[in-house]
């Protein structure tokens, strides 16, 4: 437990909750992987400490040290929308990809990871909407849940959100090659979250002044989080 209370981030700021939850998964896994179980008496005296030091944590934060909402802010779609006319306007290659890669993952509502992991044959038409496939996510490691595609439609009415214009746009700079991967190559996620973190960056005041965010709170797991809760706003189920 001293070991896990003197976490802290780069910034020498408290870790989040979730933080701290996960340096203690860190020490159940060290004695799994040494075939050693923890004994009951250990395992209580643990509960109770951890739980008030994170209640420490939250009274912390209730007094103004650290922030009161943890991980990445969700994107709105206004935000949303402003990047990607952001994007558009770079012609580079660099644009096109960062472009398509954001325009994916709010449609798919998924991770960054699965974004980067998709490959050619993945992909496939039926009626008026364009099917992509995942084997393999973080809530089913080993596929056992149905294949079922996700569906991504064109947007006519704005071709800076439009996935099917953006996709063309990027295989016209970006063609297919022997390799199967839509984003060939090992880093591009770093290459996607770089190139993000510059555009707002060069966007800070604006943004600033007309959402309210800084842009330090947002980031590629940014655009996941504000397609569910954009989703799920239309709703009452």
């Not at 991967?181 to 973190?197: A, E, M, V």
Request: glycine share 8%.
């Amino acid at each position: 437990m001293l070991y896990i209370m003197a976490c802290q981030t780069r910034g020498g700021t408290r870790l989040s909750k979730s933080g701290y939850y996960s340096k203690r998964a860190g020490l159940f896994h060290l004695y799994r992987i040494y075939g050693r179980t923890q004994s009951k008496v250990f395992q209580d005296d643990m509960k109770v400490v951890f739980k008030g030091f994170l209640r420490r944590v939250a009274q912390e934060v209730q007094n103004g040290n650290g922030r009161i909402t943890t991980g990445k802010l969700p994107l709105s779609f206004e935000l949303y929308c402003e990047i990607c006319e952001w994007m558009l306007a770079d012609t580079s290659a660099a644009g096109r990809f960062a472009h398509l890669f954001l325009v994916l993952s709010w449609n798919l509502a998924c991770r960054s990871s699965n974004t980067t992991s998709i490959h050619y044959h993945h992909l496939s038409w039926s009626g008026d909407s364009l099917q992509i496939y995942f084997a393999h996510m973080k809530n089913d490691p080993t596929g056992a849940r149905p294949r079922d595609p996700r569906h991504i439609y064109c947007n006519p009415y704005n071709p800076a959100i439009c996935p099917i214009l953006t996709l063309i746009s990027y295989l016209l700079v970006t063609p297919p090659s022997t390799d199967t991967q839509l984003f060939p190559g090992s880093s591009q996620y770093n290459r996607y979250n770089k190139y993000l973190t510059r555009l707002l960056d060069s966007k800070r005041e604006y943004v600033l002044r007309k959402y309210g965010i800084n842009v330090d709170d947002l980031g590629a797991h940014s655009a996941r989080k504000g397609a569910s809760t954009y989703m799920t706003s239309g709703c009452v189920g």
